[in-house]
Each structure stands twice: as structure tokens, then as C-alpha cells.
């Protein structure tokens, strides 16, 4: 997988994501959108590898964003 | 549900949604309203899961957003 | 009261609003202008509960808002 | 005195204005020039109330203002 | 190697970087991808040179940059 | 000396300024040229009133000015 | 030398610059490249006056800088 940041963002959708936010969250869900600030929609995302309860949908904002590893 | 993030937002409308702020507080509300920079306008609105006293209406600017989850 | 956030703040020009800083500061007056990016200008306004004393007018920068409750 | 933010720092124009910074440093001087970032000229100007020495003109960059009471 | 700093990006494409975080955090990859932002793509990724489990595939948003030694 | 922020910076050039940065470093040194942003070009500056060693010419980049007294 | 910040950028390619971050990190290298955002393009750059390890080329986002002496 390579190419433009949006482009693997694009190659993502669908697949588990693990997101590390600048508050050092860890969130993990399959992305379900996303757009050009990087804001993402994750799907049965949950907080975490300590398996923090389950949330359905979360809508993440793209500037609180480290890194997304597909 | 699935889409965009702002196309999220535009499904959830009318719904209560949990929003996390960079202050670490976290609103609860009906969404009323958003625009793109993420910034929401919350009716029935309390701050926290300790039912703090309901405010009316809220307007959050999106800047201090970090998650919503409808 | 629902709408876009913009809407919101037009429909309560005139009305005691109640707006949260970054730092944490509390300012309540009666909304007399914003603009695109939340500057606010308040009139008869006091920060916080304590009643500090009324200042006239102020205005205050659109990036130091949290939150704006009508 | 109301209005749009912007117009209220137009009215404002040779008053004396206090000048609350992010840093917590209070300006007071006359108020002698802006532009729509809230960049501002001040003259006769000093640092909080107590009386700090006089400086002559001030440029102060908008985002470092947390609110300007005329 | 000399140019514009996105030209040196682009020269750098394929090659092993050293990319070093405001949370000092550095991550170790080939550069896949990038954009204007500096928004980057990092393949077999390792964080700091203590040999931290390879990563795949990272996105780094690039507000979170502070350099990128190619 | 009045006027918007700019045209103070441009009736400035060839005068000494003190350049206060969010730092609460401050740079004392003859104005040589500016831009939009408030990046400025120092020549024959120092840092502080402790006369630290004279640099000659210095670039600072806007986003770290609090205030610019000429 | 004079003129405004990008001009004296130019003037400055192929000379040593000393460039200080808000991180308080300090690189010393010779500008290969800049844009308008003052990212940077040093080569045979190291970090600080201690002489550490010289790295080959070193990109900086420009966000970081704080002043840049040539």
C-alpha cells in the first residue's frame, strides 16, 4: 500500500484502523469515512487495547490526529 | 451508518450524541445544529455522565471538539 | 432553538448568554454582535458566578470560546 | 454601543481600551489602529493596573487577545 | 540533495526517513507518500530507534512534524 | 504615530523595535522589513536588556510575537 | 542585509543559519531550500552548539521555527 495520505485513507475504508491522537487516546474501529482535514468516522470503535466498552460510531476530528496505521 | 463525517453529522441530527472536548469535559445533548468547522449546537444539554444540571441550548466551538459519538 | 450555529447566535442577539473560555474564565452579558469566527461582543457583561464587577462592553476573540448557552 | 465585533473596534477608535492577553498581561491604552485578525495599535500604553511604565505606541498580534473592553 | 522543501520530499520518495514529532516521539519508515501539508505515509515503520514492533503502513498528519531527515 | 497595525510596522522601518514573543523572549533590534504574517527582519539584534551578545540579522517568524513596540 | 523575511531567505541559500524551534532545539546548517511557510531545506546540519552527530539533509516544519539567523 502506498501513494498520497488521502489516497491510503481511501484504500482504508473498510478495514480496522488504529488511530493515536494527540491526547495519546488510542482509538481502534473500522473506517468508515473520512474526509480532507483527516476528521475520520470509525465504526464499533473502541478506546484502547485495554477493550474500553464498545462504541458504536465515533466521529473523530481530523486535528487531534497523530497517526492512523491502516 | 457510514459516510463523511460531516454527512454523519447530518444523519445524527435530532439525535442525543456524547461530545468529547480537548478539556477532557464531555457534553450530552440532542444535536440541533453543526457547520463545517465541527462547531455543534447541543439542546437538552449536560456536562458529564454525573447529570449535571441540563442547560438549554449549547453552542460548542468545533475547535475544542474531539470526538462525537451519535 | 435549533439551527446552525451562526443561526443560533443570530436568534439570541439581544438575550443574556452565558460563554465559557479556554482558560476557563466564565463570562455572562447580553449578546450584542458576533461574527463568522465567534468573536463575541457582550454588553453589561461580569465574568463568572461571583458578580465581579459589570464591565460595559467587551469584546471578546471568537478562538477563546468553548461554549456559548443562550 | 453594539454592533459586529469588528465595528464596535471601529466606534472604539482614540478610546482608552483594556487589553486581555492569553498570557494573562493586561493592556491599557488608546486604542489608535486594528485589522480583521484584531491586530492592535495602541498608544500611551501600560501594562495592567499597576502602572507599569509607560509605552509609547504598542502592536499587539490579534491572537494573543482574549477580549478588549472599551 | 537541495531544493524546495516539498521538492526534497518527493526526491525522498522510496527512501528510509527519520521523522521527529512535537511529542518527541520519531518515527523510522520509507516514504511512501506525502502531501502539501506534509501530511506523510511511512511503510515498515518503526517509533525510536529502540526497535519497536514494525509497523505496516503509518499516516502522520503533518502538523504534528517537526523534521524529516531523509 | 497611528494607523493599523501594518502601516505602524512600515512608518517603523529603519527604527529600533522591541519584539516580545510568547516565549516571554525579547528581541530589541532595528526593523528592517516585515510581512503580513508579522515575520520580521531584526538587523543588529539582541536578546533582552541583558545586551546578550549582538546577532546581526534575524528572522522571527509572526506566530511567536505577542506585541512589537517601535 | 534588509528587505522583507522571504527576500532575506533568499539572499541566505547556500549560507549557514542558525535556526531556533519553540521546542528550545536549535539547528545549525546551510539553507538548501525554503517555501513560504518557512519550512526549511538545511544540509550538514546539526543540532545545537554541542556538535552533535551531523545529519546529512534536514527538512523543519516551518510551524516550529521560531527565529532563523543567517
Redesign the interface.
Known sequence: ?????????EESLGDRVTVR???D?E?VGTL????QH????L?DASIGAEAAPV????????????????
Chains 1, 2, 3, 4, 5, 6, 7 share one sequence.
Open positions: 500500500m502506498s501513494g498520497r495520505p488521502l489516497d491510503v485513507l491522537l494527540k491526547s487516546d482509538y468508515a469515512g473520512y474526509d483527516m476528521n475520520l468516522v465504526e462504541e458504536d460510531t465515533t466521529i473523530i476530528r481530523g486535528d487531534n490526529v497523530v497517526s492512523i496505521i491502516p
